[in-house]
C-alpha cells in the first residue's frame, strides 16, 4: 500500500544568491521551490506517506480539505525531478 512506503529525500536544499530557496538532485539541476514545498521535502526523510499526511492534517488543523490529491501531485513532481524515492 502507498501509505506504507517510506519517502527518501534526495539530494540537498540551498538557497540561490538572490535568496530563493533551491532543492538541487544529484544531478546538479536546481529547482526554486516555496516554503511549503521545501517543508515536505524535508520531512521525507525516512518517514512513510501516511506519517507525511498526518503531520500535515495536524499543521493544517483539519481547515483544508482535498490537501491529499495535491500532496500527492507534488510528490509525484518531487520524484520525477530527481528529488524524492520511494521505498
Known amino acids: 500500500m502507498l501509505d506504507e512506503q517510506t519517502l527518501e529525500k534526495l ?3 540551498d538557497r540561490s544568491e538572490e535568496g530563493a530557496l533551491l532543492l538541487v ?3 546538479d539541476q536546481a529547482f526554486v521551490v516555496d516554503e511549503a514545498t521545501a517543508f ?3 520531512l521525507a ?3 512513510t ?4 499526511k498526518r503531520i500535515l492534517e495536524d499543521k493544517l488543523e483539519g481547515g483544508y480539505h ?3 490529491e495535491e500532496l500527492l501531485r ?3 513532481i518531487l520524484m520525477k525531478c530527481g528529488l ?3 521505498s
Open 84 to 86: 524524492l524515492e520511494l
Open 74 to 76: 507534488l510528490l509525484e
Open 49 to 52: 506517506l501516511a506519517e507525511v
Open 45 to 47: 526523510n525516512g518517514t
Open 40 to 42: 515536505i521535502w524535508n
Open 25 to 27: 538532485n544529484r544531478r
Open 66 to 68: 482535498g490537501f491529499e
Open 11 to 13: 539530494g540537498l536544499m
